[in-house]
């Protein structure tokens, strides 16, 4: 079942929450970070400048650029969801049933799952799921389920439920 559904009062509510502190964490941690590392860039590039480099001269850079590239491919695609965020008006449910269930043990995630289903195979450890409505730990091989994804928007699950809760107008 591929269908387009307005969103309900918990999901919009998610939405705000979610952005709200991607955007409070993106003022505060990570454009601070952006500044400081702009810096000292200017100091590395000035001690060249001057003639005066030393070993710090070579490593900040290098650094940095590591830091961006990682920042880009980890940090930048769950803010740019934001802005696709405000656009959305409904929703793509998909019902499918699940065919393998793996977990393990992550050291700073803990328990990560990985669902393998008829369409889609779902990584906690990679995709980041909003709304739960089933625990995890409940799902068996075979369990029919719903995933609720924003149209547009990698990486990101709005919701997993059960097939009824979808049909019922609950979700």
Same mark, same amino acid.
């Given at each position: 079942m591929? &269908?387009?559904? *307005?969103?309900?009062e918990k999901e919009k509510r998610v939405l705000r929450k979610t952005m709200i502190s991607?955007?409070?964490l993106f003022f505060v941690a990570i454009l601070p970070l952006i500044t400081f590392s702009?810096?000292?860039l200017y100091l590395a590039a000035m001690s060249f400048a001057d003639g005066s480099q030393d070993v710090f001269s070579f490593i900040?850079?290098?650094?940095?650029?590591?830091f961006y590239v990682l920042g880009a491919k980890y940090i930048l695609p *769950?803010?740019?969801?934001?802005?696709r965020?405000?656009?959305?008006?409904?929703?793509?449910?998909? &019902?499918?049933?699940?065919?393998?269930?793996?977990?393990?043990y992550i050291g700073a995630k803990g328990l990560v799952f990985t669902l393998k289903t008829d369409l889609f195979t779902i990584d906690t450890a990679k995709d980041i799921v909003l709304i739960c409505d089933i625990p995890l730990t409940d799902l068996a091989p075979g &369990?029919?389920?719903?995933?609720?994804?924003? *149209?547009?928007?990698?990486?990101?699950?709005?919701?997993?439920?059960? *097939?009824?809760?979808?049909? &019922?107008?609950k979700s």
């Open positions: 591929n &269908t387009l559904l *307005p969103l309900s991607r955007i409070a702009v810096y000292l900040i850079p290098a650094v940095i650029l590591l *769950p803010l740019v969801n934001v802005l965020y405000r656009k959305t008006e409904g929703k793509k449910v998909f &019902t499918t049933c699940i065919r393998q269930i793996s977990k393990r &369990t029919e389920i719903s995933i609720h994804k924003l *149209p547009g928007i990698r990486n990101e699950i709005l919701r997993i439920s059960t *097939p009824l809760e979808v049909n &019922t107008g």
